[in-house]
């Protein structure tokens, strides 16, 4: 714990001022939660919050986070900001977890973890309290560090942005302007206690090592004033990123499509872009899939690029993603890949009515006299098989390589794989394509292999069509979950939405 003699010269209360108005971080009214570790920065940001309070029209509060990471202390440093907030007679408010615990059992980065917790409290304390903002302590020195942290690890230019000023969230940082000497030398002008984080010297953390050897080195060799010139890079980055997001999103509306489970993003609309603009829509295409950019750098959105520039098909893997192309069309989808339908294979009994395992359509399957069906419907006969020559048992299964058949109209038959070809049906779509087969027949070669009926879009087999003297009928239809007819593809015959 520090009590130190004064020696503050002013102007923070001004900054923070400044700062707070000149991004339309606070409103009259606004009930803010200050989080208070109990270091310097948040407890410096506590007092000025309380004494701009009248001036701004805001209702401070405080929001303590015990992460439990280092035993005695922590629980010090909670009794310290609780009893702090209670001095100041503001409302408080108070987490404990078990960060370590949970980082261990989930094999999550342990500092990652302990972020993403404590701003999940955040969040959850804007959802379930009066508090609409929470106010974090970052201050211009913090921000300066992560710039450069953020240029070591290859980051681009929005990634230079370092932590934004207010967040859609709820999350302000008014101390942004302020480096970390300035808070200190605050809290010293008014003989004001903190509490020192002994976390914050331990070398083996990145951050640590930039602040304590790296910042200090370039300040005396080259640029005393960095900080600051690395602040103004990410202020500049700010901007950038505010005018691009308004372009990005009328032009990511364009090229990509959010589907159930995952997003396509169309490579004939892409291709012709501006690199600038190309990668940009690769970055909100991850962004938007995954729900986050963590993890993401800048040779994942170039593996992206370099497959969206290829002329064939493939995959790679991304953080969180798989990345499929087929065609003119890339799709990202969770990872790692389990959630694919596996293979099935199952007897079938008519009339039956079967959800098929991609969860989104039912195949319905009628029989009918001749004399019940609905001659007006054109459709219908490339989805009708002759049911008095069709041999029994009749099963439905996914299709495999090498499935080959003959279907109505045409002279020859042909691989499964050639007709997806041919109707350009993406390789995602080919997951759990439903088959109706019959017993196995022998071939020329001696060779037994199962007789295709019906498949999905392609419809009946050439051989099973109803005849002129066919008396009764098998009608095949797909529905989706309702019950409703599932769209046309452009050849005309039943797919999957």
């Known amino acids: 714990m520090r009590n130190l003699r004064p020696s503050y010269n002013g ?4 900054e923070i001022t400044r700062w707070i108005r000149r991004h339309g971080m606070l409103s009259p009214g606004d009930r803010v939660a200050v989080a208070v570790s109990g270091g310097s920065d948040s407890v410096a940001l506590l007092h000025a919050l309380v004494a701009l309070a009248p001036e701004l029209g805001i209702r401070p509060a405080v929001a303590h986070f015990n992460h439990q990471l280092r035993g005695v202390e922590s629980d010090e440093d909670e009794e310290f900001v609780g009893a702090l907030s209670a001095r100041l007679r503001l409302q408080y408010y108070g987490k404990s977890f078990d960060v370590k615990g949970s980082s261990d059992r989930h094999g999550e980065n342990l500092e990652q973890a302990a972020r993403n917790y404590r701003y999940q409290w955040f969040t959850q304390l804007i959802q379930d309290t009066e508090t609409n903002k929470v106010a974090v ?3 211009l020195s913090d921000q300066a560090e992560t710039v450069l942290l953020r240029l070591f690890r290859g980051s681009g230019s929005a990634g230079l942005s370092g932590v934004l000023p207010v967040r859609a969230d709820g999350i302000v940082r008014p101390l942004l302007g302020v480096t970390r000497e300035q808070a200190r030398r605050f809290l010293e002008a008014r003989s004001l206690q903190w509490r020192e984080d002994s976390s914050n010297l331990d070398p083996r953390h990145d951050r640590n090592r930039l602040r304590h050897e790296l910042m200090p080195l370039l300040q005396r060799e080259w640029n005393p004033n960095l900080p600051a010139v690395l602040a103004r890079t990410a202020e500049w980055a700010v901007d950038e990123e505010a005018y691009w997001e308004q372009v990005l999103s009328v032009t990511a509306s364009q090229v990509m499509e959010q589907r159930s489970g995952s997003l396509e993003l169309s490579l004939e609309r892409w291709s012709v872009l ?3 603009m190309a990668r940009r829509v690769l970055r909100h295409a991850i962004e938007a899939a995954r729900g986050t950019l963590q993890g993401i750098g800048w040779d994942h959105i170039e593996q992206l690029r370099a497959l969206a520039g290829k002329n064939r098909s493939g995959e790679i893997h991304i953080p969180g993603l798989i990345a499929v192309r087929s065609f003119e ?6 990872a790692p890949s389990e959630n694919r339908i596996r293979e099935f294979d199952f007897v079938i009994q008519p009339p039956a009515t079967v959800p098929l395992p991609d969860g989104k359509t039912k195949l319905v399957l009628r029989v009918a006299d001749r004399c019940d069906v609905d001659r007006g419907y054109n459709d219908l006969r490339s989805e009708t098989l002759d049911w008095e020559r069709v041999p029994r048992p009749l099963r439905l299964r996914s299709w495999r390589p090498g499935d080959c058949y003959r279907p109505q109209g045409r002279l020859s038959s042909k691989k499964l ?12 779509e080919r997951v759990g394509w439903p088959v109706l087969i019959v017993p196995a027949i022998a071939t020329a070669d001696g060779e037994h292999s199962d007789r295709i009926v019906w ?6 087999a050439e051989d099973c069509k109803p005849r002129a003297d066919s008396r009764c009928w098998l009608q095949i239809s797909e529905v989706d ?3 409703s007819a599932v769209s046309k593809n452009r050849t005309g015959h039943a797919s999957v939405k």
């Not at 102007?11 to 001004?14: P, R």
């Not at 007709?419 to 995602?428: A, D, G, H, I, Y």
Request: glycine share 10%; no cysteine; charged share 25%.
């Open 481 to 483: 979950q309702d019950g």
């Open 329 to 334: 069309t890339i799709r990202l989808e969770p």
């Open 455 to 460: 498949t999905r879009r392609f419809g009946v």
């Open 274 to 276: 501006p690199v600038a």
């Open 417 to 428: 794989k050639a007709l997806f070809q041919e109707s350009r049906t993406p390789v995602w």
């Open 137 to 139: 302590g970052h201050t």
């Open 11 to 14: 102007g923070v209360l001004e």
